[in-house]
């Protein structure tokens, strides 16, 4: 059990709708980040909020975004659905500084896009 | 990053010790070496990490060669709720996008009984 949670755990959507993940981070962490994991693969790096703002995205286009929130919860938005998002999306929260910073997971969200 | 290399699967009795290789040739001085596993259906869970000593923690030991080019993750009495996929990345601690893991495809563990 790591403290980090993510809504839904499964979602089903049609090519060219929009979708919402929600994550709520562990308690005191003040870092949360994005991974796409296709079938079979390891997970990808999508992008990176601290303090409520985007400070490292990895290669995903635009269409991919995301909120931080005071509270430290957060939302990966996914506009303009393609075949190829499908994936489980993985949530993980860490505190910046010190270190040795690990990355709590949660159980993801798997994402079917038909 | 540097990138790592790692056996794509390897079995272990169950009880016996499974270690796991992982290069990392153009690993540079200020990079950890850090180990996840991924149990089926879960989000990758933090093991150990280091950066040139060996570590041990309650989960696994992780040894680094001297000159740090490979490492080896051990669990020392493996369990079959030790089947997973084991990632080993090498990263800064130092610069932006600290939550930036690169992930490879990893070592699928069985522990069989």
């Known amino acids: 059990e790591t403290g980090v949670t993510q809504s839904p755990t499964h979602l089903i959507k049609t090519r060219g709708q929009q979708v919402t993940l929600r994550c709520s981070s562990q308690?005191?962490?003040?870092?949360v980040s994005w991974y796409q994991q296709a079938l079979g693969q390891g997970p990808q790096f999508i992008f990176q909020y601290y303090r409520e703002e985007e400070n490292g995205r990895g290669n995903f286009p635009p269409r991919f975004s995301g909120l931080q929130f005071p509270n430290y919860s957060s939302e990966l938005n996914v506009n303009a659905l393609e075949l190829d998002d499908s994936a489980l999306y993985l949530c993980a929260s860490s505190r910046v500084g010190g270190a040795g910073e690990k990355l709590f997971f949660g159980s993801g969200t798997q994402l079917s896009v038909l | 990053d540097a990138k790592t290399t790692q056996p794509t699967s390897m079995d272990c009795a169950e009880g016996r010790a499974a270690n796991l290789p992982c290069n990392h040739s153009?690993?540079?001085?200020?990079?950890?070496v850090y180990w996840y596993r991924q149990i089926h259906s879960q989000g990758p869970q933090y093991i150990i990490h280091?950066?040139?000593n060996n570590e041990t923690n309650e989960m696994a030991s992780l040894i680094i060669t001297e000159d740090r080019k490979s490492s080896t993750l051990i669990l020392p009495h493996a369990t079959l709720r030790d089947t997973a996929v084991y990632y080993c990345?090498?990263?800064?601690?130092?610069?932006?996008?600290?939550?930036?893991?690169?992930f490879g495809k990893g070592t699928k563990l069985s522990v069989k009984p």
């Open positions: 990345i090498v990263r800064s601690h130092y610069g932006g996008s600290q939550g930036n893991l690169i």
């Open positions: 308690s005191g962490h003040n870092t």
């Open positions: 153009t690993i540079s001085g200020n990079e950890y």
């Open positions: 280091g950066l040139k």
